[in-house]
Nanobody, 119 residues
Framework: QVQLVESGGGLVQPGGSLRLSCAAS????????LGWYRQAPEKQRELVAT???????NYADSVESRFTISRDNANNTVYLQMSSLKPEDTAVYYC?????????????WGQGTQVTVSS
């Protein structure tokens, strides 16, 4: 059974920092592309950052230079370090694990963790 469990969300003031974690089980973690997505109220889910099995990273323009995605294959965990947080970063953040096998994409999602940026 595949599980992705996020943690680390909470309330933070503008300009503050948070680190999200996502612990995975039930998958060959090192083979997957991992990502963080977010969904604000009444908005569509959007990509925040991804990291491939080789460690290549990609970021949304809105978070470039403020957020850093990293992975620890030994502990099956992916992180999102968020700095200089803005109110518009407020959203539920979801962890994603994706792999392409024989032409079919397999996607797994966590349950989400709330991040609220407010004074």
């Amino acid at each position: 059974q595949v599980q992705l469990v996020e943690s680390g969300g909470g309330l933070v003031q503008p300009g503050g920092s948070l680190r999200l974690s996502c612990a995975a089980s039930g998958i060959t973690f090192r083979a997957y592309t991992l990502g963080w997505y977010r969904q604000a109220p009444e908005k569509q889910r959007e990509l925040v950052a991804t990291i491939t099995s080789r460690g290549n990273t990609n970021y949304a323009d809105s978070v470039e230079s403020r957020f850093t995605i990293s992975r620890d294959n030994a502990n099956n965990t992916v992180y999102l370090q968020m700095s200089s947080l803005k109110p518009e970063d407020t959203a539920v953040y979801y962890c994603n694990a994706q792999i392409l096998i024989l032409g079919t994409t397999r996607n797994f999602w966590g349950q989400g963790t709330q991040v609220t940026v407010s004074s």
